[in-house]
């Protein structure tokens, strides 16, 4: 898929985690491999985002993997100028 999507010229939405796999070592990936951690299919309840952020964090400090830092928010978007009122 990467293939065709370089020879198509479309970016692929994960370039970040694939960078982030591609810079861990040999052991490491086996060591999140062997950790099993897992996302349930479909919408997931806020306990359950809970659940798997906190599995990913302790098999990434078992395994000395340094997790990518969660983006700061962004600016909210500024409010639209109101229409000029009809006088």
Do not use: H, I
């Amino acid at each position: 898929m990467t293939a065709a999507a370089q020879t198509c010229g479309v970016e692929l939405p994960f370039p970040r985690a694939r960078a982030f796999w591609d810079g861990l070592s040999d052991t490491q990936k086996q060591c999140l491999d062997d950790a099993k951690v897992t996302r349930p299919w479909g919408p997931m309840t806020k306990e359950q985002r809970r659940a798997v952020r906190s599995d990913l964090r302790a098999a990434a400090e078992k395994c000395g993997v340094e997790l990518p830092q969660k983006p700061a928010n962004r600016a909210p978007a500024s409010s639209p100028t109101p229409a000029p009122s009809a006088s």
